[in-house]
Nanobody, 124 residues
Framework: QVQLVESGGGLVQAGGSLRLSCEIS????????MGWFRQAPGKEREFVAA????????VYANAIKGRFTISRDNAKNTVYLQMNSLGPEDTAVYYC?????????????????WGQGTQVTVSS
């Protein structure tokens, strides 16, 4: 059973930064592609960023490109999302996800396991 536990969300002022973490258990970490998604109130869940199994390939949504960075530490079974220059439009619940079937995955249907989500709120 794969479990994902996110942390690091919170309230931040516009222009600030946060780093989200997602620790995975129950599976060999370097066999899993990882991603981050977010869901704002009244909106559908959207792709944010993805990283390949060994971290050599990353993909970003246009809305956050240049501001967010996804990374992973396979020794710690953890994936990170560093978020800089945050704006109110980034307010959402952020979810990490794990894909056992794809080397890199950018759509929700490619992911097999999901975390419970962590709230990020950016005040203007």
């Amino acid at each position: 059973q794969v479990q994902l536990v996110e942390s690091g969300g919170g309230l931040v002022q516009a222009g600030g930064s946060l780093r989200l973490s997602c620790e995975i258990s129950g599976r060999t970490f370097n066999s899993i592609a990882m991603g981050w998604f977010r869901q704002a109130p009244g909106k559908e869940r959207e792709f944010v960023a993805a990283i390949s199994r060994i971290g050599t390939n990353t993909v970003y949504a246009n809305a956050i490109k240049g501001r967010f960075t996804i990374s992973r530490d396979n020794a710690k079974n953890t994936v990170y999302l560093q978020m800089n220059s945050l704006g109110p439009e980034d307010t959402a619940v952020y979810y990490c996800a794990a894909s056992t079937r794809w080397a890199t995955a950018v759509t929700a249907t490619q992911y097999d396991y999901w975390g419970q989500g962590t709230q990020v709120t950016v005040s203007s």
